[in-house]
């Protein structure tokens, strides 16, 4: 047995576990990093029914938690971690997912992150629905939740690495007394890239049982990761007794473990014809969103490669080992959570070192990849795995790698501005030494690490770039990169990413095939109905606890032949089978997308009362929505002039390239404008994207100081 | 490995095999918790349905509660098991059962108490190379 390392208790708390009824253990737990204070508090019966779990629960902890001053660096800023009434139980494929809520570095407004491992599940069973922290530590700590021993304790962590793979193999090592410790042991970590970067990400492990070693699952977007680091901490502990198959103790258990039965044989009997989801995880969308012209390349420029084949499923399917149960929580059979084994790290601190490497996903194929013109899998890896161990967000860094990459072939940047690096598309050499320099936080990469919207600014005034060019190519919104797909020439999905409250990120709503390849929302009513439902029905994953992923990457074979097959009705019936079925409260696939309505509105509301969340924070970069350049413009110009003849009555041949950019832009930017009217309208909001009274009132969430942020714009 | 053998041609249908599986593995007389079920087609041929020991339940769990032991048997380790019932779902004969009763799924060890007590003889343990379908292992 492995020496153990004596660490100094800073605080000490010691509580019974509550056990877990349909769901819930009633009470979330409390840690103030700069008084030192552990407290547990209750979660009352409205609770539970105004805000379910997970991010309901995390957004209302926050909004009571914070002023309306308060920056993402403020002590008082929180993090807030909660799976949701549904997270942990084992008979459902993805229903272990845990949900990050705090006030980000990058957008200033409240950010949501979800992630699978093993944390969340494991924090409800150690006695807990939610874990907030506050405050700001004055030296390096981690926090230990330890429920079989009934102990939670703040401890000094100054010589204990930092880097993800290193702290969470270490922590592992230290603290599990058996081989069984390891099972039901999570830890949460970010790294020294979180730390230097405004994109920092957290990293949640799960313990490989066949792998014998952890494994990390990110909570990426908007960097939580740098909250985290900026309150000096180094990782979250929990420790729970062993996981049992009614550890979630569910009202109905037989009605939860049929519906998990017949997802198990879904899944067993289409998977390989269908997304092959159980091999390849989610780089199948690679070659996929190469062929419909959604893939990003050389910063969103273009939406296919001819290269793409090269970074494709069939090379992963390769590289991941096979026949493993590569779940993110158990019983996930959907199993995408693969790994590359045995890799050894080519450059950087941990240069020689043989890992295993977590993904790459298709974001993360897409953004470090194609999106950047690196269409060579090993420096993908390279990047996958650095950016994990350095807690830097893989969507960030791709999306913000790629804007540096134009910028650099467009003058804005030399090798004088960068150190040295030449970032021109393709260069993975240069990318991968900027991702050290943001794990170091030194040269170019403490720059490119504040993320697109700052480095906008910062090239405005130190370098004299042109600020309308720079906001037309950065694909940012509220100060968020955007996540991996091409949204030109879906109006839906232009929606989809600008329309929503944290940011662009595709886990609010994937509308690009219903309305650009299908054309099923042909009106705008038809997108703005797409646009508050699909928003909403996913907001409800993250309420509970359960991932996105065997909702609709695996279907009924008959669900081509139902009414409505975008929203998988049989699908959508397991979800409401396992709710009741976990908490005994019987509800109906309308209750689904009312209990999102009431989070989705608070924060909502929440942006609005830090100073954002109008009509013109759903502002989206030109890029986004057409062909900013004349390459952009020519690459697709047979659809392009073919829309000014149909949509506009112009004649395309009369006029030059220039003009035609310029009368396309006007004509989708007043699109995008009638769009927001009548998404708007649709979830009871103002034209200014306010929340009225009234939709407050109908959703039961028009407590006093909610109503009191919006009647200040109404 | 040792495996259990059904002759459809010799089964009268008279299900005590079922009733005898589930009293001694769940002290109960109850179909539903038996390792062997007794089905009927369409067509009224009967047919069993019962685990033949090919193992591909064991790759599928995700806490290696499943194994194969010394005999060839796939068993499951009930302390390891967190009832998550993929094996239910992947198994490609449907030889994996739950009940509501228990968390842990349950399966044919090919213990023969069921050949002992078959009136008619279709029952039998065998040695085989590679297991086939539910059935006549020959």
Redo the contacts between chains.
């Keep these: 047995m492995t020496q153990k390392t004596t660490r100094r208790v800073l605080a000490e708390f010691t509580y019974t576990p509550a056990s877990v009824e349909r769901g819930y253990t009633g009470q979330t737990l409390y840690v103030n990093l700069s008084d030192n204070s552990i407290t547990a508090k209750p979660v009352s019966e409205e609770m539970k029914e105004k805000f379910t779990g997970g991010r309901g629960f995390g957004l209302w902890l926050l909004w009571q938690g914070v002023r309306d001053s308060t920056q993402w660096n403020d002590p008082e800023n929180e993090i807030v971690i909660s799976t949701g009434p549904c997270g942990g139980i ?2 459902y494929p993805g229903a272990g997912k845990s949900l990050v809520v705090s006030i980000s570095p990058l957008t200033n407004v409240v950010i949501d992150s979800n992630v699978g491992g093993h944390f969340g599940p494991l924090l409800k069973f150690a006695g807990w629905d939610a874990l907030e922290i506050q405050g700001k530590a004055e030296q390096e700590v981690i926090v230990v939740i330890d429920g079989p021993a009934g102990k939670i304790t703040i401890e000094e962590a100054s010589n204990v690495p930092v880097d993800t793979h290193r702290i969470g193999h270490w922590l592992i090592e230290d603290m599990a007394e058996t081989e069984e410790d390891r ?1 039901y042991m999570s830890v949460v970590s970010a790294g020294s890239g979180a730390e230097h970067t405004r994109m920092g990400c957290l990293n949640f492990s799960l313990y490989d ?2 792998r014998k070693a952890p494994r990390f699952k990110q909570a990426g977007r908007g960097g939580i990761g740098t909250v985290f680091r900026d309150k000096h901490i180094k990782a979250l502990v929990v420790k729970s007794e ?5 550890s979630n103790h569910p009202a109905d ?2 009605r939860v ?1 049929q519906a ?9 009997d289409h998977d390989d014809q269908q997304c092959k989801m159980r091999k390849t995880g989610t780089t199948y969308l690679v070659q996929i969103m190469s062929d419909y012209d959604l893939l990003p390349v050389h910063n969103f420029r273009y939406g296919s490669h001819p290269k793409a084949a090269q970074i494709a499923r069939e090379v992963w399917e390769q590289r991941f080992t096979q ?3 590569d ?1 993110c929580w ?4 959907l199993a995408c959570a693969h790994a590359v084994d045995n890799y050894t790290v080519r450059t950087g601190p941990y240069k020689g070192e043989t890992v295993i490497v977590d993904g790459p996903e298709y974001e993360t194929i897409a953004g470090v990849g194609s999106n950047c013109g690196i269409f060579d899998p090993e420096a993908i890896l390279e990047i996958n795995f650095y950016c994990d161990t350095y807690g830097i967000d893989t969507i960030s860094f791709g999306t913000g790698t790629a804007f540096i990459m134009e910028c650099y072939e467009a003058g804005i940047l030399d090798k004088e501005k960068t150190g040295g690096l030449e970032l021109t598309f393709g260069n993975a050499d240069a990318a991968i030494e900027l991702l050290h320099q943001m794990g170091r936080g030194e040269g170019f990469g403490r720059i490119a690490g504040q993320g697109i919207r700052r480095m906008k600014a910062y090239f405005v005034e130190h370098y004299g770039a042109d600020p309308d060019f720079l906001n037309d190519i950065g694909m940012e919104a509220k100060g968020l990169e955007y996540s991996e797909y091409v949204s030109k020439e879906s109006l839906a999905q232009q929606g989809g990413y600008g329309l929503t409250n944290k940011g662009p990120q595709h886990d609010e709503a994937w509308l690009i095939f219903m309305d650009q390849v299908s054309n099923l929302l042909p009106t705008f009513e038809d997108k703005a109905e797409a646009l508050h439902y699909f928003p909403m029905f996913r907001t409800w994953f993250g309420l509970c606890g359960f991932c996105k992923l065997p909702w609709n990457d695996i279907q009924p074979p008959d669900n081509d032949q139902t009414d409505e097959p975008a929203k998988i009705p049989a699908h959508v019936q397991n979800y409401v089978d396992l709710f009741s079925g976990v908490t005994g409260r019987e509800v109906t696939s309308d209750d689904l997308i009312a209990m999102s309505e009431r989070v989705y509105n608070l924060q909502r509301v929440f942006n609005i009362r830090l100073g954002h969340g109008l009509r013109d924070h759903d502002d989206i970069p030109y890029r986004s929505m057409g062909p900013v350049t004349k390459e952009e413009y020519d690459s697709r110009v047979e659809r392009y002039d073919r829309q000014l003849r149909k949509l506009m009555g112009l004649n395309p041949a009369e006029m030059t390239t220039e003009e035609k950019v310029a009368a396309l832009r006007r004509y989708r930017e007043e699109q995008y404008e009638r769009l927001k009217d009548a998404v708007y309208e649709r979830r009871g909001w103002t034209r200014n994207a306010v929340p009225k009274v009234e939709t407050l009132q109908k959703l039961g969430i028009d407590y006093p100081d909610v109503v009191a942020v919006v009647k200040k714009h109404l | 490995m040792k495996v259990l053998s059904y002759d459809p041609g010799l089964c009268v249908g008279c299900y005590v095999c079922q009733d005898v599986c589930s009293e001694t593995w769940h002290k109960v007389t109850d179909a539903e918790k038996s390792s062997i079920r007794i089905h009927q087609d369409d067509d009224g041929q009967l047919y069993a349905v019962y685990c033949v020991q090919c193992g591909e339940c064991i ?6 509660a499943l194994y194969r032991n010394k005999q060839g048997i796939v068993r499951i380790k009930a ?1 390891l ?6 094996c ?3 198994c490609p004969y449907g030889a994996m059962y ?1 009940h ?1 009763d228990l ?2 799924p349950f399966k044919c060890t090919a213990c023969g108490v069921c050949v002992k007590e078959c009136p008619a003889d279709a029952l039998a343990i065998v040695d085989v190379e590679e297991p086939r379908a539910p059935g006549l292992q020959v």
């Excluded at chain 1, 998990?260 to 067993?268: P, S, V």
């Design positions: 084992t008979q099972y049982r066949k062993p996981v049992r198959g009614d258990p037989e473990s998990g039965i017949r997802l198990h044989k879904e899944i067993h026949g493993l149960p779940g158990y019983g996930c059979t | 790759a599928v769990c995700p806490t290696e302390k098991c967190v009832g998550c019932l993929s239910v779902g992947f739950y509501r968390v842990e």
